[in-house]
């Protein structure tokens, strides 16, 4: 299995400011996850699309999935300098019993 | 509180050494995974398991073993067939498919 590709790479913001965090993998999905990861540590589970759904939302994330397209997109708004890490997009792949991380994106906001 | 416990955080390796690494849950999880990080990258996928005495090899298995005798347990060994195991090993447990994964807090090997 093949990991998906994050963009950008890293991103660096303001506090106050959204930040905008792009997914694109290659095959069939169940569902897209995205997490989290401080410097250092485990990964923390932020929130999971369906490949049946276009649109899901917890307190300040917002997530959109394009199975046409092959892509997912993770907006975070009003951003904390508590929100700096490393967010990596995940794909059950149809057929599979596993995840599949994608490369991440590094986070910075400045206070 | 439930969760994944693992240990030792840091291990140093001498060359030609077998090393354990052990990941404990108590999330009643039938599947458990190991992933290897390397620096600045993303997660690869080590060894999976999907229920007691039976697990998979993943993306990148040359050089490592695992064990899954108990639901709780999945200790993963590196051997010294694995050739380049300085690296940050996760350990998660969770079926992906409703909640997404729970994963440890990791153990960073390093080769001295």
């Known amino acids: 299995s093949q990991q998906g590709e994050e963009d950008p790479q890293a991103l660096s913001i303001q506090e106050g400011e959204n930040a905008t965090m792009n997914c694109s993998y290659k095959t069939s999905i169940n569902n897209l996850q995205w997490y989290r990861q401080n410097s250092g540590r485990g990964l923390v589970h932020l929130i999971l699309?369906?490949?049946?759904?276009r649109e899901k939302h917890s307190g300040r994330l917002r997530v959109t999935l394009d199975t046409s397209k092959k892509s997912s997109s993770l907006l975070i708004t009003a951003s904390r300098a508590a929100d700096t890490a490393s967010y990596f997009c995940a794909t059950d792949e149809t057929g599979f019993q596993k995840l599949v991380f994608g490369t991440g994106t590094r986070l910075l906001v400045s206070p | 509180d439930g969760g994944i416990t693992q240990s030792p955080k840091y291990l140093f390796r001498k060359e030609g050494q077998n090393v354990t690494l052990s990941c404990e849950q108590n999330?009643?999880?039938?599947?458990m995974y190991w992933y290897r990080q390397d620096p600045g990258q993303g997660l690869r996928l080590i060894y999976y398991?999907?229920?007691?005495?039976?697990?998979q090899k993943g993306d990148i298995a040359e050089g490592y073993s695992v064990s899954r005798e108990k639901k709780e347990s999945f200790p993963l060994t590196v051997t010294s067939a694995q050739k380049n195991p300085t690296a940050f090993y996760l350990c998660?447990?969770?079926?992906?498919?409703?909640?997404?994964?729970?994963f440890g807090s990791g153990t960073r090997l390093t080769v001295v």
């Open positions: 699309i369906r490949s049946n759904e």
């Open positions: 999330l009643n999880h039938d599947a």
């Open positions: 398991s999907q229920i007691v005495n039976d697990f």
């Open positions: 998660a447990s969770g079926t992906g498919r409703v909640d997404g994964y729970t």
